[in-house]
């Protein structure tokens, strides 16, 4: 563990009662859709599709041919075998159709932005109601409330988490307003990196455990940087991980981390950042696993000291 900053963030507990609503300002759609659609996706992404069906969606990375992850997706099945949604940050939505639009070739697949789905967050109690389903099945369930697709998401300290993807017209508007703050909070708290313009090329998948949170499939076959990412997990030596850290500053994706002793090059990046309600600044970090013995600061080796919090999965211990 990092020793403690002077005055160390208290860790912000999440209030029992957070239920409610936001529209995802910073989230985008794409649009998958054609008879070759699995197939085109299959051998693009770092997870397999073909066997997801109506009722699972796949979280999965897109990745150079170095194996860096330029975008990551939650995908599923919008109105057919034929239709698919991904789900990924905004900032990183218009360069990543255009790429892989340029691998369709003679694929019946077309590739739009789905501007006409509306995407949503949905927390707690007064989601499971407005939804009237139950919202207590596993991770990456899909279930299906009349034009819509809700994609229930890991919970964060209890919390019942789900994307909610359909017409603006029956978008749940009628919700308690949840704040975006609060969102991200639980989704840097969830240690699942969403990959945003500022970290796009930055990480191999296990960088950041994305392999751990179900996000890479090491028997689908061939996809851009397959290879760089099979030899990272299979090699035995992930001086990287991802973790989760706290500080009274504010902290942005993209920020490097320090150590103490090692002052001339950083120890890793931000990946994902959250204003905790005024309780200080939370993130989700790629950081070299040694590091994280020593002390930690932000931006620089003189920067605000970092607090290291415990992941909500294992992480294995004898890897490095």
Same mark, same amino acid.
Do not use: C, H
């Given at each position: 563990?990092?020793a403690? =900053?002077?005055s =160390?963030?208290e860790?912000?507990?999440l ?9 995802? @300002?910073d989230w ?5 859709r054609?008879?070759? &659609?699995?197939? %085109? ?6 997870n397999?599709l073909a066997?997801a069906?109506a ?5 999965a990375?897109?990745c150079? =041919?170095k ?8 995908a599923?099945?919008?109105s ?5 949604l991904?789900?990924c940050?905004?900032d990183?939505?218009p360069?990543?159709l255009k790429?892989?639009?340029? %691998?369709?070739?003679?694929?019946q697949c ?9 995407l949503w967050?949905?927390?707690?109690? &007064?989601a ?7 919202l *207590? &099945? +596993?991770?990456?369930?899909?279930s299906?409330?009349?034009d819509?697709?809700?994609v229930?998401l890991?919970?964060?300290?209890g919390?019942?988490?789900c994307?909610?993807?359909g017409?603006a017209?029956?978008a +749940?508007?009628?919700?308690p307003?949840?704040? +975006?703050?609060?969102w991200?909070v639980?989704?840097v ?15 191999v #998948?296990?960088?950041?455990?994305f392999?751990?949170v179900g996000?890479?499939n %090491?028997?689908k076959?061939c996809y ?10 299979y090699?035995?030596t ?5 973790a989760?850290? @706290?500080?009274?500053? #504010? ?5 490097e981390i %320090?150590?103490?002793?090692? +002052?001339?090059q950083?120890a890793?990046?931000?990946?994902? *950042?959250?204003? @905790?309600?005024g309780?200080?600044?939370?993130a989700f *970090? ?5 590091a ?5 600061h932000?931006g620089? @080796?003189?920067? =605000?000291?970092?607090q290291v ?10 890897e490095a």
């Open positions: 563990m990092t403690a =900053p002077a =160390p963030p860790d912000t507990p209030s029992p009662a957070l239920s409610g609503a936001v529209p995802l @300002a985008g759609l794409i649009r998958a054609g008879a070759d &659609a699995v197939t %085109f996706l299959q051998g693009q992404l770092t397999e066997s069906g009722t699972q969606a796949r979280l990375g897109y150079s =041919p194996g860096r992850l330029l975008a990551s997706f939650v599923w099945q919008a057919g075998a034929e239709d698919w991904l789900a940050s905004a990183v939505l360069p990543t790429r892989l639009s340029m %691998f369709v070739m003679r694929a077309k590739l739009s932005q789905a501007d006409d789905v509306a967050g949905l927390v707690g109690a &007064a499971q109601q407005w939804l009237g389903t139950d *207590a &099945a +596993p991770a990456w369930g899909v299906r409330v009349k819509a697709q809700v229930r890991p919970d964060v300290d919390t019942v988490r994307l909610w993807a017409p017209d029956q +749940p508007a009628q919700l307003a949840l704040s +975006p703050q609060a991200q639980l989704e708290r969830s240690g699942v990196a969403r990959i945003v313009a500022a970290t796009s090329e930055a990480f #998948p296990q960088m950041v455990n392999e751990l996000g890479v %090491f028997k076959g851009p940087g397959q290879e760089v990412v099979a030899r990272s997990q090699r035995g992930l001086k990287r991980r991802g989760l850290l @706290a500080t009274q500053a #504010p902290m942005q994706a993209g920020q %320090f150590l103490a002793s090692e +002052p001339e950083p890793g990046q931000i990946a994902l *950042a959250a204003s @905790a309600d309780q200080g600044w939370e *970090a790629e950081v070299k696993r040694a994280l013995a020593g002390e930690l932000l620089s @080796a003189q920067g =605000p000291a970092l919090r415990a992941l909500p999965y294992a992480v294995p211990q004898d």
